[in-house]
C-alpha cells in the first residue's frame, strides 16, 4: 500500500514544507567568570576540557560583555539586564528590589508563554515571584543568603511565588554538583513532547572559593603567574575601596596572597567544568545533543588582584567581559568572534534561533548576523557604569574611564590595541586631549540613550 506521501506525490498534490525541529534550550550561567578563565580562549594554566569542546563544537565570542552595575552586588543587575533583554538602568528599575511589572517579561516567561517547558536551577538572585513567573518548574532554587559552597540554602519549585524560608533546606553537598544532579535529572526523567529551556545558574567560582580537595590540588599557589596588571593596590579611591570584596584580601596585595586566591579560582572553575562535562554528556546519551542549544556564559568578570583590586565593582576589562559560548541548531562549529556584545543581547538571540518574536521591551540587538558572520558587527562601542561614581565608554581601540569620588574626579584612557592590561593611562598627555573629548561626547550620548540618571555636567 503506498504512503500517504507517495499518494499525495502520484496524486500532484504540494507537500507542505516541513517546519524546522524547534530546538532546545540548555542555559549554563556561572558567577564571578572572568573573560580570560577557559584555556581553549587562550589560558595555558586553567584545566577546561568540556568548555574547551563546547568552544570547538560551536562559537565562541570573545568580546561580550555586561553594561555593569547600580549596586556592590552587580551579579543582580546583571541577571536582569540577562533576563529582560534590557540595559541597566531599565533593568534596574523594573526588576530589581520589586515585583517586576508584566511588561518585564524575562526570556524564560517568554519561552514558557510559546510553549517551552522552562525548568530554573541554581542562583537566581532577583525576585522570588519573577522565578515562578518565569518558569514551569525548579528544583535546589537559591535565592541568596550564601556563605558555604558546601551548604547551600534551597528551594523548589512553589506554584506560589512565595518560597518561605521554611521551606528552603540546606544543599548537601558541593553547590556546582548539587546543581548539576538536577539538571541531569531534568534531562533524564524528561519525557514530554515539548521543547524544554533549561536554566542552570551556578554559585561558582564566587567566593568562598572552596573547591573540592581533587580540583584545588592542581594548582600548586607557588606555580600561579601573576597577571601583568597586579598591583598591591590600587593608585586612587575608585569610589568602591572597602566594600566586601575587596576585603578578602589585606592591603597591600602580596604575590603570594593573589597566587593563592587564584589557585582557588581557578580550582572551582576546574571543578566547575567537570559538572558542566556531565550535563553535555547526558545531552549525548538521551539523543538530544543535536537538538538542543547550548549558551554558557557569566554574570561578570573579578579582578583578583589585577590594578589591586579583588573584585568586580569597577569598569576594568576584568571586571566586565565575560566568557560566551554556544553550540547548536544554527551556530556554527569552530568559529570565534570578536564583535561587540552585550548579555543582554542573547535574549533577541535565542528569540531569532527558536523563531520567536522578543517583545518590545527588549533592547538588545540579536547576534544570529554574527553567527552567520563572526566578521559581522553589531555594536561599534560599548558603555559601562558602576553605581554613580564610575563611567565608561570603549571602542576597538580606546577606552574611557571617568571617576568622581567625593568631588574628586579622575579619567583614565587605555590605548586597548597595545595596552590590554590597562596599564598606561594616556589621559593626562595633551595629544590626547581631543580624544577625550571626543569619548567623553560619545559617554554623554550613550548616558542620554540608556536614561542614565547621573549629570556628568555637575557630579
Keep these: 500500500m503506498s504512503s500517504r506521501r507517495d499518494f499525495l506525490k502520484c496524486a500532484g498534490l504540494a507537500l507542505a514544507p516541513q517546519r524546522p525541529k524547534i530546538p532546545n534550550i540548555v542555559f549554563l550561567f556561572a558567577d564571578d567568570l572572568r573573560f580570560d578563565t577557559i584555556h581553549a580562549l587562550g589560558n595555558p594554566e586553567i584545566r577546561t576540557p568540556n568548555l574547551d569542546g563546547l568552544a570547538r563544537a560551536g562559537t565562541a565570542f570573545t568580546h561580550?560583555?555586561?553594561?555593569?552595575?547600580?549596586?556592590?552586588?552587580?551579579?543582580?543587575?546583571s541577571r536582569a539586564m540577562l533576563l529582560t533583554g534590557q540595559t541597566l538602568f531599565r533593568a534596574d528599575k523594573d526588576l530589581i528590589g520589586k515585583d517586576a511589572p508584566e511588561r518585564a517579561v524575562t526570556f524564560p516567561e517568554l519561552f514558557k508563554q510559546q510553549g517551552y517547558v522552562s525548568f530554573g536551577i541554581g542562583k537566581w538572585h532577583n525576585n522570588p515571584r519573577l522565578f515562578t513567573r518565569s518558569f514551569t518548574g525548579g528544583e535546589n532554587v537559591f535565592f541568596g543568603?550564601?556563605?558555604?559552597?558546601?551548604?547551600?540554602?534551597?528551594?523548589?519549585?512553589?506554584?506560589?511565588?512565595?518560597?518561605?524560608?521554611?521551606?528552603?533546606?540546606?544543599?548537601?553537598?558541593?553547590?556546582?554538583?548539587?546543581?548539576?544532579?538536577?539538571?541531569?535529572?531534568?534531562?533524564?526523567?524528561?519525557?514530554?513532547d515539548k521543547p524544554f529551556l533549561l536554566y542552570v545558574a551556578y554559585t561558582a567560582p564566587h567566593d568562598p572559593r572552596t573547591p573540592p580537595k581533587e580540583y584545588l590540588d592542581m594548582y600548586p599557589p607557588e606555580k600561579i603567574a601573576l597577571p601583568k596588571s597586579f598591583l598591591p593596590e590600587h593608585p586612587f579611591d575608585n569610589g568602591e575601596m572597602k566594600i566586601r570584596d575587596e576585603q578578602l584580601a589585606p592591603w597591600p596585595r602580596t604575590p603570594e596572597v593573589i597566587r593563592e586566591h587564584t589557585a582557588g579560582y581557578y580550582g572551582m572553575i576546574t571543578s566547575l567544568d567537570?559538572?558542566?562535562?556531565?550535563?553535555?554528556?547526558?545531552?549525548?546519551?538521551?539523543?538530544?545533543?543535536?537538538?538542543?542549544?547550548?549558551?554558557?556564559?557569566?554574570?561578570?568578570?573579578?579582578?583578583?588582584?589585577?590594578?589591586?583590586?579583588?573584585?568586580?565593582?569597577?569598569?576594568?576589562?576584568?571586571?566586565?567581559?565575560?566568557?560566551?559560548?554556544?553550540?547548536?541548531?544554527?551556530?556554527?562549529?569552530?568559529?570565534?568572534?570578536?564583535?561587540?556584545?552585550?548579555?543582554?543581547?542573547?535574549?533577541?538571540?535565542?528569540?531569532?534561533?527558536a523563531g520567536l518574536t522578543p517583545p518590545g521591551s527588549v533592547e538588545g540587538k540579536s547576534l544570529a548576523p554574527v553567527l552567520k558572520d563572526p566578521r559581522k558587527?553589531?555594536?561599534?562601542?560599548?558603555?559601562?557604569?558602576?553605581?554613580?561614581?564610575?563611567?565608561?565608554?570603549?571602542?576597538?581601540?580606546?577606552?574611557?574611564?571617568?571617576?568622581?569620588?567625593?568631588?574628586?574626579?579622575?579619567?583614565?584612557?587605555?590605548?586597548?590595541?597595545?595596552?590590554?592590561?590597562?596599564?598606561?593611562?594616556?589621559?593626562?598627555?595633551?595629544?590626547?586631549?581631543?580624544?577625550?573629548?571626543?569619548?567623553?561626547?560619545?559617554?554623554?550620548?550613550?548616558?542620554?540613550?540608556?536614561?542614565?540618571?547621573?549629570?556628568?555636567?555637575?557630579?
Design 274 to 353: 567537570a559538572q558542566i562535562g556531565r550535563i553535555l554528556k547526558t545531552l549525548e546519551e538521551t539523543g538530544r545533543a543535536g537538538d538542543t542549544i547550548v549558551v554558557f556564559t557569566g554574570d561578570n568578570g573579578l579582578a583578583v588582584g589585577r590594578h589591586g583590586l579583588m573584585g568586580k565593582q569597577n569598569l576594568y576589562e576584568h571586571s566586565v567581559r565575560v566568557p560566551l559560548l554556544m553550540r547548536g541548531p544554527g551556530v556554527p562549529r569552530g568559529r570565534t568572534s570578536g564583535s561587540f556584545c552585550y548579555l543582554l543581547d542573547l535574549y533577541p538571540t535565542l528569540c531569532a534561533l
Design 64 to 77: 561580550a560583555f555586561i553594561m555593569g552595575g547600580t549596586q556592590g552586588a552587580v551579579c543582580v543587575p
Design 377 to 459: 558587527q553589531i555594536r561599534d562601542t560599548m558603555f559601562f557604569a558602576y553605581r554613580s561614581v564610575q563611567r565608561a565608554v570603549r571602542t576597538e581601540r580606546w577606552k574611557l574611564i571617568l571617576y568622581n569620588v567625593g568631588g574628586r574626579r579622575t579619567t583614565q584612557l587605555f590605548d586597548i590595541r597595545k595596552d590590554p592590561w590597562e596599564l598606561n593611562n594616556l589621559a593626562a598627555g595633551a595629544a590626547q586631549a581631543g580624544r577625550v573629548a571626543e569619548l567623553t561626547a560619545l559617554l554623554k550620548k550613550w548616558m542620554k540613550e540608556t536614561g542614565d540618571p547621573l549629570d556628568l555636567g555637575t557630579r
Design 145 to 192: 543568603g550564601m556563605s558555604d559552597q558546601w551548604k547551600v540554602p534551597v528551594a523548589d519549585y512553589d506554584p506560589s511565588g512565595e518560597y518561605p524560608k521554611q521551606k528552603r533546606r540546606t544543599g548537601a553537598k558541593f553547590s556546582s554538583e548539587l546543581f548539576t544532579d538536577s539538571a541531569v535529572r531534568f534531562l533524564r526523567e524528561y519525557k514530554g
